[in-house]
């Protein structure tokens, strides 16, 4: 048990690290000679302009239809301390290999069971990273090509598309190898038994918190004006030829796909946006513009351009009515209202939430939150997210905050009140007390077994060839195929 444990503890360290690299790191193509057994080796060649010895780049290792090369490992340290990871927090140059070994293996993998990953998220992707790499290089196209050693804008980006593609095909084999394991309350009794008293986990102090939300409404004049528009727009490209492109540009509020011309492929066996927007995609004929329609998001119409079996390349223009600064005014009188209703104890927090929230999520549990990361009402105070932290750290146990004004993707303005519910301190691990903690741990430890297995038996069905000094590492898995 242990040793499991400290293996677990290991990736969990060293996720965020590479996760980092991902978005930041790129590698890199060099003239190679392929020799015995299709591995290149490093030599040493002179430069004819200085008659310096330089050492050229290799493969390192190969793992089914992947290589790995040194100057991977190389880049994906310089990229980790550039962005301030500390040397104390550095994995080793061993332990980086195997979990890039370990991703090829992935990756391989998942062509061979069929998996796919949608290109067109993965450009969406690549359109994001490249964007922020750009900014941190000051917008200095010419900087970023240098550093990342390219000639063209196109050669990096074609290289980002398929470093993520191979990225997220490990991801889909890692959900599927995993994706059926459920464990039971004895097995999780089990878990917890079986670490030793010392060893056991230790939990900081958490919260429970509630809000009530009041979101401004919008008129249905403002909800008339977009729906006017957009069959404007839909008019002019049927009737007129203009380009539904070119609107969705000048005009579409979603900014993500505004790059792509608002393209999106939609596949009817795995669940894309939201149902509204999927239901009237799938209903459409080639070349068919739609009527406006509604979502949590605002209005769309949709050109659908392409059929491909099950996936559906379509064009969306968003619109989002206007919030007036009436609807505005009259959100936060309400809000100012219900607060002083709680402070004078004419209802409870939780009866407000219920009876005037505008949040459905947490209206029916009387405005509890629930935390994205363990799925229950607790938020341990050293892992909340810092926006929640600054709005609830200065309030005591049931007193309400003043009203804050807050937005998300889909309300541009809304105001909401903050309450702290219950305090637990902090404390070793209680099997009542934190049942779904440890039911979350006895899940991770089962997983962790299913991937070790896993890789276990994939490696001995696998080619694999690794060269050089990196066959004298000491590897958590076996491979170097020995007996």
Not at 96 to 104: A, V, W
Not at 256 to 285: C, H, I, W
Not at 356 to 380: A, K
Not at 388 to 410: A, H
Request: net charge negative; charged share 35%; hydrophobic share 35%.
């Amino acid at each position: 048990m242990p040793l499991k444990i400290t293996n677990l503890k290991f990736t969990t360290k060293l996720k965020p690290l590479l996760a980092l690299v991902v978005l930041l790191s790129y590698t890199f193509s060099s003239a190679q000679e392929i020799i015995e057994e299709g591995v290149v080796e490093k030599e040493i060649v002179k430069d004819t302009s200085s008659q310096e010895r330089i050492k050229i780049d290799g493969v390192v290792a190969v793992v089914g239809d992947y290589i790995v090369l040194d100057s991977d490992l190389d880049k994906q340290f310089a990229q980790l301390e550039a962005s301030g990871v500390s040397k104390a927090d550095l994995p080793t140059r061993c332990q980086l290999f195997g979990k890039l070994l370990e991703d090829k293996l992935y990756a391989h993998h998942a062509i061979q069971d069929s998996i796919v990953v949608n290109d067109l998220e993965i450009r969406s992707q690549v359109d994001q990273q490249f964007s922020y790499i750009l900014e941190q290089m000051d917008g200095s196209m010419p900087k970023m090509l240098k550093f990342y050693n390219k000639d063209t804008e196109q050669s990096l980006r074609d290289e980002m598309f398929e470093i993520n593609k191979s990225q997220q095909l490990a991801g889909r084999m890692k959900e599927k190898i995993v994706k059926d394991i459920e464990v039971t309350p004895e097995q999780v009794r089990q878990y917890f038994n079986d670490i030793p008293k010392e060893e056991r986990p230790f939990f900081g102090t958490e919260l429970k918190v509630a809000q009530i939300v009041v979101i401004p409404k919008i008129s249905e004049a403002e909800k008339q004006k977009v729906v006017e528009k957009l069959k404007e727009f839909k008019a002019d490209v049927v009737e007129n030829g203009a380009s539904f492109t070119s609107k969705v540009v000048l005009y579409s509020d979603d900014i993500a796909s505004r790059k792509t011309g608002g393209l999106y492929t939609l596949n009817r066996k795995r669940p894309q946006m939201v149902k509204e927007f999927r239901d009237v995609a799938f209903s459409m004929q080639e070349g068919e513009i739609s009527e406006p329609f509604e979502t949590d998001f605002g209005y769309h119409i949709i050109l659908l351009e392409k059929i491909r079996g099950q996936e559906y390349d379509v064009r969306h223009i968003l619109m989002r009515p206007e919030v007036t600064q009436a609807a505005i005014k009259e959100a936060k009188e309400k809000i100012d209202l219900i607060r002083q209703r709680i402070v004078d104890k004419e209802i409870t927090f939780g009866q407000a939430a219920r009876e005037f929230s505008d949040e459905d999520e947490t209206r029916n549990d009387g405005g509890q939150l629930i935390n994205p990361r363990t799925q229950d009402y607790s938020f341990e105070l050293t892992k909340m997210d810092p926006e929640l932290y600054t709005q609830i750290e200065s309030l005591k146990d049931d007193e309400i905050s003043l009203v804050l004004q807050d937005e998300d993707r889909i309300n541009p303005i809304k105001f909401k009140l903050l309450t702290v519910t219950d305090r637990i301190d902090e404390h070793d691990a209680d099997f009542a007390k934190d049942y779904l903690k440890i039911k979350n741990l006895t899940e991770q430890d089962e997983q962790f077994k299913a991937i070790e297995k896993w890789v276990t038996e994939k490696i001995m069905d696998t080619y694999i060839n690794i060269n050089g000094d990196y066959r004298n590492c000491e590897f958590n898995s076996n491979w170097l195929k020995k007996e």
